[in-house]
């Protein structure tokens, strides 16, 4: 019988895995017995941490950089058996008629974008070993809209069409396409937010709190793991009973 979360010899790329729920699922991961390689901007965050058993620095925009990256982490890791695609920036929080087209490129760039590249470089691994678990980090924001974060939530909307689309296109393999859509959580990406932006988002919460990146790495590991076999192209919500479909 599978057992929930055993991921113990199993090899995995995150991305953004410096900080917050990067960090938090990479420490999880770990902690379950897996080899993890993290992507950052800055690789030197990661290094000396015993959480990584290889770090990369990528920048999830350049296909270049993420091509790259990958056939590194295949080379540390001898095996990649899935990869969470967590990397993402908020954007600027304010009505979408204040965007400028470069502020809603760079949004695009790194949460939609830079899924799919991110996801790209591991394709024809995954593919020719037929099995494996691709993971992306979207939000309730891609499913119910976030005011104030137009670009960020229509970036979470497109990831989710990806993570259906491409589940469908590997079928009947063994490879797993899943994402993860949680509310707002306790991390570095609040430090751009203002006080009153991050209450509204808070009292949309029926529980009444934010999530934290333990709680979202919790569910990351699930789906990472054997259990989760049977359940592709879906979304897991850790929104505290905010999602309502």
């Known amino acids: 019988m599978n057992t929930p ?3 113990a010899g199993q090899t995995f790329i995150v991305t953004g895995a410096a900080k917050g729920i990067g960090l938090a699922i990479s420490t999880l991961f770990h902690s379950l017995g897996a080899r993890v390689s993290g992507w950052d ?20 925009t350049d296909p270049a950089q993420t091509e790259a990256g990958f ?15 967590n990397a993402g ?14 502020e809603w490129q760079m949004v695009m760039s790194v949460d939609l974008t830079g899924v799919f590249l991110t996801v790209q470089a591991s394709l024809d691994h995954l593919r020719a070993r037929q099995r494996g678990r691709i993971i992306i980090i979207s939000s309730i924001a891609g499913k119910e809209g976030n005011p104030g974060a137009v670009p960020y939530g229509a970036a979470k909307a497109g990831v989710i069409g990806l993570a259906k689309g491409l589940a469908r296109e590997l079928l009947p393999s063994e490879i797993t396409v899943n994402c993860i859509a949680p509310s707002m959580a306790m ?7 203002s006080a009153d932006y991050i209450a509204d988002k808070k009292n949309r919460i029926p529980m009444g709190r934010l999530g934290t990146p333990e709680e979202i790495a919790n569910v990351a590991a699930f789906i990472a793991s054997p259990a989760c076999s049977f359940t592709t192209g879906q979304v897991f919500d850790v929104t505290g009973g905010r999602a309502t479909w």
């Open 5 to 7: 979360m055993d991921i």
């Open 41 to 60: 901007l800055d690789a030197g965050a990661m290094q000396g941490n015993p959480v990584f058993a290889d770090s990369q620095t990528v920048d999830v």
């Open 71 to 85: 056939a590194a982490s295949l080379a540390a890791l001898g095996d990649i058996d899935g990869i969470v695609a």
């Open 89 to 102: 920036v908020n954007g600027p929080t304010k009505p979408l008629w204040d965007y400028s087209l470069a």
């Open 187 to 193: 991390t570095d990406l609040l430090d751009g937010m």
